[in-house]
C-alpha cells in the first residue's frame, strides 16, 4: 500500500507564496510519476501540474504557468508545489497523486494513488 500526505496548505494575502509538500510512503518505487490537482469550492478537480520519476519532464496547467513550480526530491520522497503570485482563483483543496507508470498526465484517470488534501485559501 501507498500513502501520500500532503502539507503546506493555509491562508496567504493575495500576491504571496506557499510550498506544499507529499510525502511518499510505503510500497514505493523510485519510477513513479507524481502530480498535483486542485478543487476549488463547487467546481470539479482540476489539474495543476505534474512531473515525470526522473524530474526531467514537466507539465502545467496555464493557470499555473510561470506562477507555480514543481519539482520532486526522490531520495526523501517528497514532491513540493511552489506556488508564488496567488490569486484569490488559487483558493482550493490542493491534492498529490502518484502513479506507476513513471509518466506526468494531466488527467486525474492517470493516478493510482492520492492524497487527503490540504486547503489552500487566497484572500483578496
Known amino acids: 500500500q501507498v500513502q501520500l500526505v500532503e502539507s503546506g496548505g493555509g491562508l496567504v494575502q493575495a500576491g504571496g507564496s506557499l510550498r506544499l509538500s507529499c510525502v511518499v510512503s510505503?510500497?514505493?518505487?523510485?519510477?513513479?510519476?507524481m502530480g498535483w490537482f486542485r478543487q476549488p469550492p463547487g467546481k470539479e478537480r482540476e489539474f495543476v501540474a505534474a512531473?515525470?520519476?526522473?524530474?526531467?519532464?514537466?507539465y502545467y496547467d496555464d493557470s499555473a504557468q510561470g506562477r507555480f513550480t514543481i519539482t520532486r526530491d526522490t531520495a526523501k520522497n517528497t514532491v513540493y508545489l511552489q506556488m508564488n503570485s496567488l490569486k484569490s482563483e488559487d483558493t482550493a483543496v490542493y491534492y498529490c497523486?502518484?502513479?506507476?507508470?513513471?509518466?506526468?498526465?494531466?488527467?486525474?484517470?492517470?493516478?493510482?494513488?492520492w492524497g487527503q488534501g490540504t486547503q489552500v485559501t487566497v484572500s483578496s
Open positions: 497523486a502518484l502513479n506507476f507508470r513513471g509518466i506526468a498526465s494531466y488527467k486525474s484517470s492517470g493516478y493510482d494513488y
Open positions: 510505503g510500497r514505493t518505487f523510485r519510477t513513479y510519476a
Open positions: 512531473i515525470n520519476w526522473s524530474g526531467d519532464t514537466t
